[in-house]
């Protein structure tokens, strides 16, 4: 059994029907295979065991699961428990202070960005906000996360893929549960 991280895209967010943990969790403990979930506030964190290892099918089976109970695309972005903790322990952003982490976000992509555009953030970076690509996550340092042009839409603009975006203290919570 293989433990996951489900980072939930579009999910409780204004226009859309407010989703209750409680139906959530039981929408992921009746697809067969998947057992010991537990989500993590209402922003659409999951947690799981699976014993399909298979990545690309089993994120399939979940957005078409989500998709039949919501009535609207919901992305689903997946990561091995092993790699949350080293998401955290590879973390390029080392230079920023520890009274700083809360200025630091992980945006979670659907896939590696191409070699070609994996450069394509830098242009935009300055001492205020800067982004880092590293495997299938952007680093994100921000003064003012509401107002950074690094947000999830200009970050799947310009790498392509999908992604949906947490702050450090979120990314550091969901390996402790």
């Not at 039981?26 to 067969?32: G, H, K, Q, T, V």
């Not at 057992?35 to 999951?46: C, E, H, K, R």
């Not at 790699?83 to 992509?109: A, G």
Request: contains cysteine.
């Amino acid at each position: 059994m293989t433990r996951y991280v489900a980072l939930l895209k579009d999910i409780n967010i204004p226009g859309q029907p407010l989703i209750s943990m409680d139906d959530l969790r039981a929408w992921f403990e009746a697809i067969p295979g998947i057992s010991d979930v537990s989500t993590y506030l209402a922003s659409g964190n999951v947690l799981f065991h699976s014993a399909n290892d298979n990545e690309s099918l089993l994120v399939s089976e979940l957005e078409k699961t989500l998709y039949s109970r919501v009535n609207h695309s919901v992305v689903v972005i997946l990561r091995k428990f092993e790699e949350m903790q080293r998401i955290i322990q590879n973390n390029p952003l080392t230079t920023v202070k520890t009274e700083e982490k809360n200025r630091m976000y992980v945006t979670f992509l659907s896939d590696v960005p191409a070699f070609d555009v994996r450069g394509s953030l830098g242009v935009y970076s300055n001492d205020a906000e800067y982004a880092r690509v590293a495997n299938r996550e952007v680093y994100v340092y921000s003064n003012n996360y509401g107002k950074t042009c690094f947000s999830n839409t200009f970050i799947e603009k310009k790498l392509g893929l999908k992604a949906t975006t947490r702050n450090w203290t979120m990314v550091n919570k969901l390996i402790e549960l």
